[in-house]
């Protein structure tokens, strides 16, 4: 068994859609990022890169390439999906908090979970996402953007 642990953040702008576990998620301002800056989604991705040695999101996916401009997370998170059956891999489970002052994202859970458990072909039960404010405190809990955590555990077949 292997663990990963992945972090990521983006900043809140007006004008952008607001993705998160590949859902979109209305609200007033979306996060800022070369791809649809699905933090949530990125979180794992790296978590699942870590667990399996496979480098990093920034890596597979530099920011540099126009390839992946406005791309959904989603094709970030398949692609991975795919690299940790080709390396002999199987994903057990997946678990992310996302940390915002708003919007609440507990409504979209079932939804997202039911995405992620597809694309990483695992029971919705072997996902678990929570959200959490930060008490007002600091960067996040002033509204300007939005962070996740996440971890996965994989076996090395
Ligand atoms: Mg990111």
Known sequence: MRIGIG?????LEAGRPLIMGGIHVPFERG??????ADV???AIVD?????????DIGTHFPDSDER????SSLYFLETVYHMTQTEGYRIMN??????????KFAPYFTQMKNQLAAVLQLKEKSIGL???TNE???WLGRGEGIAALAVALVEDL
């Open 7 to 11: 972090y990521d953040s983006h900043r």
């Open 31 to 36: 996060l800022k990022g070369h791809s649809d």
């Open 40 to 42: 949530l989604i990125h």
């Open 47 to 55: 978590a699942i890169l870590g667990a399996t040695g496979l480098g």
């Open 68 to 71: 992946y401009r406005n791309c």
């Open 94 to 103: 997946v678990d992310a908090v996302v940390i915002a002052e708003a919007p």
């Open 130 to 132: 929570k959200a959490k």
């Open 136 to 138: 007002g405190m600091g």
